[in-house]
């Protein structure tokens, strides 16, 4: 399975201001990820994303009523909100997906989970949407120790608000 990795980020980086903010980045970036999303068909979040996107307004939802959403989360209490399905790695994640007739799947969210499948050696393209942003400090998109994932340009593209788009192809 192709496993498709969408970071939203500043200049520099940073995903997150260090109290978990995500302001300064632009709208864009959402209406980018659903139709990413929708295009594949399903979306893998973390369980610290989806329990900050739950609280948002419910018309973001709508719009990715036809996706299939993963959650990662060992934690076996977690409440889902329906339509969400809870699986316990991003191997279990594929699996799942597979199994429901996919051929690529969408991990998006924060620095833990594209971690997680970064040191797995899962990631087959990124995605980075990087804003015309620099933050002094904050969450890096990336926080994992290990081997360097070395990568190879496929295309850039320019979306509104200033948002470059850059494609990569993971090397393996």
Do not use: C
């Not at 990795?5 to 302001?23: Q, Y």
């Not at 970036?29 to 419910?58: D, H, M, S």
């Not at 719009?63 to 409440?79: A, C, G, R, Y």
């Not at 620095?111 to 890096?140: C, H, M, Q, W």
């Amino acid at each position: 399975m192709k496993v498709v990795l969408s970071v939203a980020t500043s200049l520099n980086g940073i995903i997150a201001t260090e109290d978990g903010s995500e302001d300064f980045l632009s709208h864009e970036n959402w209406l980018a990820f659903v139709k990413l999303a929708q295009k594949i068909g399903n979306n893998i979040w973390g369980r610290k994303t989806y329990q900050t996107v739950k609280n948002w307004p419910k018309e973001y939802f709508n719009s990715l009523n036809s996706v299939v959403k993963v959650i990662i989360s060992t934690d076996e209490s977690l409440e889902l909100l329906p339509g969400f399905t809870r699986v316990s790695s991003p191997q279990e994640a594929i699996g799942y997906l597979s199994s429901q007739g996919f051929k690529e799947a969408l991990v998006t969210g924060g620095s833990t989970i594209y971690s997680s499948f970064l040191r797995e050696n899962l990631v087959d393209e990124i995605i980075v949407d990087v804003n015309p942003t620099i933050l002094g400090k904050g969450i890096a998109a990336f926080d994992f120790e290990g081997s360097i994932v070395r990568m190879k340009p496929i295309k850039v593209k320019k979306l509104k608000d200033g948002i470059m788009e850059i494609y990569y192809k993971v090397l393996k």
